[in-house]
């Protein structure tokens, strides 16, 4: 059985999908970006700022699905540019203190022109 996740503590779905999907033990999150929730809006500038509001959008998808960042056992990050590894990791590592799997790759674009997105796989059981 599948169980849609919905926060708004989180940015609503901006295209024909879900924030995350509960499957058995697994919560599936959709990729985040650095979208305010309470405005609909991109306002954090720089790799550090926007990587600070993805944070914040997955810690709200956990919650929501009962868990929190000790649980996620991989992510994907995507870049807008490479050259910004050093500075999403220096945040990143602040809340995937339990270093998870994880995939980071450089794309050309990413949505409304941010600089990152990630996308969660956590454990629930």
């Known amino acids: 059985m599948l ?26 999150a959709s990729g985040q970006i650095p979208i305010n929730p309470a405005t609909g809006n991109i306002e954090a500038e720089g790799i550090e700022a926007q990587t600070e509001q993805v944070m914040k959008n997955i810690g709200a998808l956990l919650e929501a699905a009962g868990a929190d960042y000790t649980k996620v056992v991989k992510t994907t990050c995507f870049l807008a540019d490479m050259a910004d590894f050093a500075a999403f990791n220096g945040v990143y590592e602040k809340y995937f203190t339990e270093k998870p799997a994880r995939s980071c790759v450089a794309v050309k674009q990413l949505p409304k022109d941010v600089l990152c997105e990630v996308e969660v796989i956590a454990y629930l059981g």
């Open 3 to 28: 169980k849609k996740i919905s926060t708004d503590k989180a940015p609503a779905a901006i295209g024909p999908y879900s924030q995350g999907i509960i499957a058995g033990d697994m919560l599936f």
